[in-house]
């Protein structure tokens, strides 16, 4: 570019190279900007969730403590023309309005083998939308639901118990679905018979019943209804009616004395059961099982010392309460003298099943079935 034979700057009578056509640096850079950044910048977020617009399509948070400005959304509009080219850039953003930042720029150009820094400035104007996801939860908007109700045999669980236990499940299914499933479910609502779960994403819904039927062994029907019109079609919304089985895997049972431990829930409508004192198995229909007492779920199983009174038979105490709890079912023997309390030493800890106001002694049972496996692995 160093236009030949060129000794002064006809601007300014600069006599020092390089010069740039018939001007020296300072006076081409003066003449000819090199670094071009608008006057103001748009960054469109979320008012509910924070989400960030870019281009024709949202963003999603992936942090607790989102940028509301981003080095991304300033070196998108930054450009700098020929024959410069960029070296490195450094921002700083300051102001307290929080819908407006001042942003001031050093932007570090090479021209002609000298680097040359051209200060800049503009300013972000924030702007509050609400994304599409957003505006269909607001507007209550959905294209498909699950509906969780027990199963048609019955529960051994009272109403408020199922409904708790049911969102228990529910939750930890969620949590093994992939992003955009989770995202698809745009609200939850409780009711009297169980819970409904809302979509704004047809085929994430139909994912998502499907993976959390064989998860806990539920029975599906799945139903449409017509909602509306749309270029001269029907719409319709589809409803997953997922009526989940009467027990799930680690939950335990008393029938006739013996209390059994729930092992594995088959697809096809059978429940395996250990006995957890004897290590005996049973194989039962799920109405079988609806009419057997639920003594406690999963976190009922836990390892806890034992009281040998002198006289009477043998008991524990509830971690909580501190409460004296009845031993129920075969009991286990007493210690002998050399696994008795030591000055020092730990108390035995026996397997125990803890319900409300009992505990039974739990030597068999524990195991993970294959559908424990199976959500494991979730």
Partial sequence: MEEEGATFCVQCGATSPPFLGA??????T?????????????????????SRQVGN????????RPEEVRRSDLERSLSVTQPARLRRVSWEVSGHNPRLREVEAKVVVEVEGQEVEVPARTEVHIILHSCPDCSRRGGRYFTARIQLRAAEEGSPRDLREFKSWAYELWQAHLRACSEKQREAVSREEELKEGWDIFFADT?????????????????????????GMKNGREV?????????????????????????????VGSKG?????????????????????RMRLVSGPRGRQPLPLVFPAQGPPFARDPTSGESLPLHGVLPPPPSPEEGVQEGREPSRYPLVLGEKEAWWAP??????????RNSKG
Avoid: M, N
């Avoid at 001007?23 to 081409?28: E, G, I």
């Avoid at 957890?276 to 229909?285: D, F, N, S």
């Fill in 57 to 64: 399509h949202w963003e999603k948070v992936r942090s607790d």
């Fill in 23 to 28: 001007l020296c640096l300072s006076c081409f």
């Fill in 364 to 373: 068999h049972g524990g195991g993970r079935g294959r559908e424990d496996r």
């Fill in 270 to 290: 059978t429940i395996d059961l250990v006995d957890v004192q004897e290590g005996g198995h049973r194989k039962l229909e799920r109405a079988e099982v609806a």
């Fill in 30 to 50: 003066a003449r000819t900007p090199l670094v071009v950044l608008p006057p103001y910048i748009d960054v469109v977020l979320c008012s509910t969730c924070g």
């Fill in 236 to 264: 319709h919304r589809l409803t997953f009616l997922l009526r989940l089985p009467p027990v799930a895997v680690g939950d335990h049972l008393e029938d006739a004395g013996h209390l059994w431990e729930v092992s594995s």
């Fill in 203 to 227: 085929a994430a819904a139909r994912a998502v019943a499907r993976s959390f039927k064989e998860r806990v062994g539920a029975s599906a029907k799945e139903t449409a209804s017509l909602w």
